[in-house]
């Protein structure tokens, strides 16, 4: 896992089932993965109940199972400038209010974000904004994507969005 990757994961929480249920997928939760060289370790870069952080992967792998991970094609240059421009929002709240609206997506369809704030964040919306850095213009709507949403459209197109076996 030497590579900057998007990931896709789950948990037996409860969140986690309510978000699965109503966004009818099998991932509840969607990060980002990276080597740090100066700390010699990876991390995982994911928005949760605690706002947007960091955290070593050797600790998240322990309270969720990873379901999905994917390489980009994107230039090695182009997804750390990305990964960095992300770092930028690193402590932003948690945005449990944009979040209501994938329950209204359950009953109507996929529609954009009405109810996301620009200062908080939630876990699809670091990845999708993550990915449109990267010149993915298919997220240019970076609020109104679930995690189901993203790998799904990842995994639509293997030779942008290679699969990475699971370790």
């Given amino acids: 896992m030497e590579s900057i990757n998007v990931c896709f994961s789950t948990s037996s929480g409860l969140i986690s089932r309510a978000i699965r249920w109503f ?34 992967w050797s600790s998240w ?58 200062s908080t964040m939630f876990c699809s919306e670091a990845v999708a904004k993550f990915l449109l850095d990267c010149g993915y213009t298919k997220f240019e709507d970076t609020e109104s994507w679930t995690p189901g949403d993203i790998l799904e459209e ?6 942008i969005f290679k699969p990475v076996e699971l370790a």
């Avoid at 966004?23 to 700390?39: G, N, P």
């Avoid at 329950?103 to 996301?116: D, E, K, S, T, Y």
């Avoid at 990842?154 to 030779?159: A, E, H, R, S």
Wanted: charged share 20%.
């Fill in 61 to 118: 792998r322990q309270h969720n199972k990873l379901v999905a991970r994917y390489e980009l094609s994107a230039t090695s240059a182009m997804q750390l400038a990305s990964l960095r421009g992300l770092g930028s929002r690193l402590g932003a709240q948690y945005d449990y209010v944009g979040i209501v609206s994938f329950a209204v997506r359950r009953f109507i369809g996929r529609l954009h974000n009405p109810l996301a704030g620009a």
């Fill in 23 to 56: 966004t009818r997928s099998v991932v509840s939760h969607a990060l980002i993965t990276f080597r740090d060289e100066t700390l010699g370790q990876v991390f995982v870069m994911e928005a949760n109940g605690r706002g947007f952080m960091l955290k070593p």
């Fill in 154 to 159: 990842l995994q639509k197109t293997p030779v």
